[in-house]
């Protein structure tokens, strides 16, 4: 079966950090570029970071960089994100997504989640 897998959210104080991880089953992942996406409460996806296959490109948006580093472990079949230096506006559903065309994109095999809460 092919799937992705969080987990790793939880609920954070404001400036603390935490380490996202997504395991891919069912797919030869070491040549598909993989990404992060997030859903804020109440608005919609939102592009976070993408990887390159082999890891060798990263790309960020401008809210995450600086602050969030994305990885990934070939002979794990794994996805990281690094979350430093978090903000309340970092809450959201956090998803693996394997992207179905761009590098941007939101569409593609996407995991079932793993929730970031960012509050004192």
């Known amino acids: 079966e092919v799937q992705l897998v969080e987990s790793g959210g939880g609920l954070v104080q404001p400036g603390g950090s935490l380490r996202l991880s997504c395991i891919a089953s069912?797919?030869?992942?070491?040549?598909?570029?993989m990404s992060w996406v997030r859903q804020p409460p109440g608005k919609g996806l939102e592009w976070v970071s993408n990887?390159?296959?082999?890891?060798?490109?990263?790309y960020y948006s401008d809210s995450v960089k600086g602050r969030f580093t994305i990885s990934r472990d070939d002979a794990k079949n794994t996805l990281y994100l690094q979350l430093n230096d978090l903000r309340p506006e970092d809450t959201a559903m956090y998803y693996c997504?394997?992207?179905?065309?761009?590098?941007?994109?939101?569409?593609?095999?996407r995991g079932q989640g793993t929730q970031v809460t960012v509050s004192s």
């Open positions: 997504l394997r992207p179905a065309t761009g590098f941007k994109s939101l569409d593609g095999l």
């Open positions: 069912g797919f030869t992942f070491s040549v598909y570029p």
């Open positions: 990887i390159s296959p082999r890891g060798h490109n990263t």
